[in-house]
Nanobody
């Protein structure tokens, strides 16, 4: 069982930055692919970014490429999403995800970008 706790959401103006963190309880954290997803009101949850266990490979949704950066610290069992040049369309609840055969989810953190 893996527990994920997100932090760092909030309200920011367009063009601003936010840093989301996710703390994981997994003993074998480095084995997990870690990712971030988001869900805007009235929309389905969508993929944002992911990073493999070693941290050597990342993947991003086209909508956030060049603006968001995902990273992880396998000693601290954390994954971070640095979000720059935020747009109003980035407004959503952001969820941390851990995947190793099955998916684990955090409770989500609200990100609101005002125009």
């Amino acid at each position: 069982q893996v527990q994920l706790v997100e932090s760092g959401g909030g309200l920011v103006q367009a063009g601003g930055s936010l840093r989301l963190s996710c703390a994981a309880s997994a003993r074998t954290f480095s084995f997990y692919v870690m990712g971030w997803f988001r869900q805007a009101p009235g929309k389905e949850r969508e993929f944002v970014a992911a990073i493999i266990g070693s941290g050597g490979s990342t993947n991003y949704a086209d909508s956030v490429k060049g603006r968001f950066t995902i990273s992880r610290d396998n000693y601290k069992n954390t994954v971070v999403l640095q979000m720059n040049s935020l747009k109003p369309e980035d407004t959503a609840v952001y969820y941390c995800n851990a995947r190793l055969g099955k998916d684990y989810w955090g409770q989500g953190t609200q990100v609101t970008v005002s125009s």
